[in-house]
């Protein structure tokens, strides 16, 4: 079969290639190293064998001659590979040794180039690597020369003369080794500098210094790898054009507790903003086992004045039902249909049916009032919802008259994968806020989290999409610090920028 060697980019999994996601997508066996992102590894199939032969520093997972040896192997065994490494695959890579091994066993190849750090970072950094009134070349170097190399491949002379951009990899550690040599040639020491961490990434730093001061600069910040270094002058533009690190939300860590198919949307805006999105799925959505109840509910669904849904999941378990048993949105054609919310009404329309009715505020209690001013008294109303889900709405539509079938259409269980993770990052000062997108994710999170663990942190702000689940936040004794206007999820954003945001 075959081996495809791929770059994955520099970290932001945006900018991973097409053909990179494809291969992801489809191949057996997926073989990935440290800086790849981790991210990418939710795309491959449920079947993929995925195997991390990381290398971070000194501390190799697997020395280089196993890697090669575990690639061909899988290859020889009929299997697709997809080799994923940071950045492009052939800088620095060793991509091209890997290519030379595949080769020299017969097995065939392709090379996916990816974005490099060198370029990406410095590009999110504001430093374009050329420039017309700077310079005209640049230069990729490594800062770490292989040790046992017996002669320097380095000829600081033809750097230092050049007016080339340097751009060095791997070169923290021989940082003030690098800067002197330049010095010692003949590079004048107010050069710009400039050093980029975690380019690319929501927890990317940079700092724009001159080849005479940077080591020290570097040693003050305590510095450390993965990092680029940029010498040249195009690192003057590094104030003027960074525009990455202006993004209001940028290193804020935010816990995201909806459940993983209910995260997408949120984990996208905060990314937007710069925040780094950490994925805590307090509870897991599981599809029913017995469907009777539901199916029952759609042969009389011609009886039904109003069909009520209460969230995009619902929207989608009821459809799910109706298309396996070969039914479509004309199954509804005699009733009223409302939904919660605009998400909710989003799902609907996807499916074919403009919902007659959407309330001003997103809340059980605002369907209720609008759905009472239309008469519901006499009315059947079915609401396909979660198996648990607060009774507001069915209490008080029946209270007004109404016979009300309340049919669960997918579960939701507790889940507890994410907890030493977060535990650990709270730990580490990486969570700045904690944000909820309903009651259940409430009480989720705090069996999982006990409510005096949290309190152990009170710089964490919290977040609530909207007033009942403040409620059942408070029921724990923390008030919520932020709660949007409108209850949607770019609301909720908007209002964590106002709250956690640079001025
Ligand atoms: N093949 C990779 C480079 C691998 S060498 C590429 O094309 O980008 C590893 C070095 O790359 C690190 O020591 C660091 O200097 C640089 N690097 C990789 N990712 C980086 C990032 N996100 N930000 C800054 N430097 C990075």
New binding site residues.
Partial sequence: MKVYLI?AG??DPGLLTVRGQELIRTCDVIVYDY?ANAAFLELCRPDAEVLYVGKKGGDHTLPQDKINELIIAKAREGKSVARL?????Y???RGGEEAEELVAAGVDFEVVP?V???VA?AAYAGIPVTHRDHTTSVCFITGHEDPTKEASGHDWEVYAKSTSTLVF???VKNLPMIAENLMAHGRAPETPVAL??????CNQTSFASTLAEVAAEAERRKWA????IIVGGVCALHDTLNWFEKKPLLGKGVVVTRAREQASSLCALLAEAGACAVQFPTIEIRPLDDWSDVDAAVGRLGKYHWVVFTSVNGVRHFWDRLAARGLDARALAGALVAAIGPATAEALRGRGIAPDYVPEKYVAEAVVAGMLDRGVAGTRILVPRARVAREVLPERLAEAGAVVDVVPVYETVPSESGREEILARLDAGEIHCVTFGSSSTVDNFFALVHPDTLRKYPGVKLACIGPVTRKTLEGYGFSAHVTPEEYTIPALVRALVAELGRA
Avoid at 196 to 201: C, E
Avoid at 225 to 228: H, Q
């Fill in positions: 770059g520099p970290g800086l490494k940071g950045g492009d695959p800088v620095f890579g990816g490099t750090a060198g970072a990899y791997m070169g980029v961490r975690w380019g690319t990434r790898a993965p990092s680029i």
